[in-house]
């Protein structure tokens, strides 16, 4: 049979093992600052453990001890919330954090000196911790879903679990009888608040696990200079949208080639490459729509995957992204150099699971382009329905066939097509 003493030295042995987590991994990574808030606020509720230890649940405390602990009980809350904050990259309302660290604390101690009964006394001090606890619940569900990381359900339960006992506390005050104010009734609340500190803090380790695991797959998937998906990453994208969708992709693809890209090396150096890399970058996502996948394919390629496209439209986008890329200089090593494009664009035909064969027609349109004489966009044929009467022609005629039927759409004024 459990007994309250033993689980007083259970809690604050939990506590102590967390804190000291905490700090260790904070000395590891002192950049994550939360560590060390979120040990603070163990180390507010361990303080008040010991205070408690050894005094029966159905007594009040008098003024000042309870002061006190309250107050140690709604910094440990508080301090919580600041941590959530800094852990999501919200800066943490200070004035208000110190607010509710004095105020339940603060009511226990004065409100009896105004007349207040003792039960409304308690009802006022677990009304502000709730409120703290509803703080952190809310820091976690006001991120999207679609952002939010699975282990934050398990502090979430935890929190859930807080604010669930504190509101049956202020009913139990207020409606008490001798067997909810027995020496059992401390036990099973010390108890319910064992567990739900465990799934707190093991959930807070948990959550930063898997972030940190989310941060290495997004870099694996990302290229480190334009901040773009790679071609890993591009794949990624694809895979996950077919499994979304039962049907083959209704798509078309847009493969840019920076012109002349080598001469931007030679003449501005590296350095100067990349800041025109990461400067067609950005005028790219300023021209893709919000579903459209943008990659950076290689050198100075970049590929584009966009959804629900007829050829049309994709002609209409690279031509916007050509004049984009061509219609305002770049900053290149604090020199204005023009960057031109050439695009190739084709369109996933009917019939086509994959984007393999429209991805090398879009190339032979690029290359077609570029001999054009650059700074254009060329839009590939797409291929005739399969028609298994017809004899299979010679893949050399074919190939010459379709770089033959390459339409170029988008051009310079000044230069002939």
């Known amino acids: 049979m459990l007994d309250l003493n ?22 590891r990574h002192p950049r994550e600052i939360y560590f060390g808030v979120w040990a603070g606020a163990l180390c507010c509720s361990l303080i008040g453990s010991l205070l408690m230890l050894g005094d029966p649940p159905s007594v009040p405390l008098n003024a000042v001890k309870g002061s006190i602990v309250y107050i140690l009980y709604g910094a440990s809350l508080a301090v919580s919330w600041a941590g959530l904050r800094l852990f999501h990259e919200r800066a943490p309302l200070i004035p208000q954090t110190l607010g509710l660290a004095l105020l339940s604390g603060l009511s226990y101690g004065i409100l009896p000196q105004i007349g207040a009964s003792v039960t409304w006394s308690l009802s006022i001090v677990f009304i502000c911790i709730a409120l703290s606890t509803a703080l952190c619940m809310w820091e976690i569900l006001r991120t999207p879903a679609s952002m939010r990381l ?53 959930g807070y380790l948990a959550m930063v696990s898997e972030r940190a695991h989310l941060k290495l797959s997004r870099l694996a998937d990302t290229d480190p200079l334009t901040g773009l998906a790679n071609r890993r990453g ?84 690279a031509e916007r992204l050509r004049k984009s890329a061509a219609g305002q200089p770049f900053t290149v090593n604090g020199a204005a150099v023009t960057v031109t494009a050439s695009i190739g664009v084709a369109v996933v035909a009917a019939g086509e699971e994959r984007i393999d064969a429209a991805l090398s027609r879009a190339d032979a349109a690029l290359y077609a382009a570029k001999r054009a004489g650059r700074n254009r966009v060329c839009l590939a044929p797409s291929p005739p329905p399969p028609d298994t009467r017809a004899v299979r022609a010679e893949p050399s005629s074919g190939l010459r066939e379709a770089m033959e039927a390459i339409q170029v759409v988008g051009q310079p004024r000044s230069e002939p097509a």
């Open 6 to 27: 033993t689980l007083q030295v259970a809690s604050i042995s939990s506590r102590l093992a967390f804190v000291l987590v905490f700090f260790v991994t904070l000395l």
């Open 150 to 202: 699975w282990t934050q359900y398990i502090v979430l339960l935890g929190f859930g679990g807080y604010f669930i006992a504190f509101l049956l506390t202020i009913g139990v005050i207020h409606f008490a009888n001798e067997r909810l104010a027995s020496p059992e009734s401390g036990i099973y609340s010390l108890l319910f608040d064992l567990w739900c500190g465990v799934f707190i803090q093991v």
């Open 234 to 317: 591009l794949f990624a994208a694809l895979s996950q949208r077919a499994g979304l969708s039962p049907s083959p992709p209704r798509c078309a693809i847009l493969l840019a080639d920076i012109d002349h890209f080598k001469a931007i090396n030679d003449t501005y150096g590296h350095d100067g490459g990349d800041a025109a890399l990461v400067g067609f970058a950005e005028r790219l996502r300023g021209v893709m729509r919000k579903d459209d996948l943008v990659a950076r394919w290689g050198g100075e390629e970049f590929l584009v995957v966009l959804d629900q496209a007829d050829a049309t439209a994709a002609a209409t986008v």
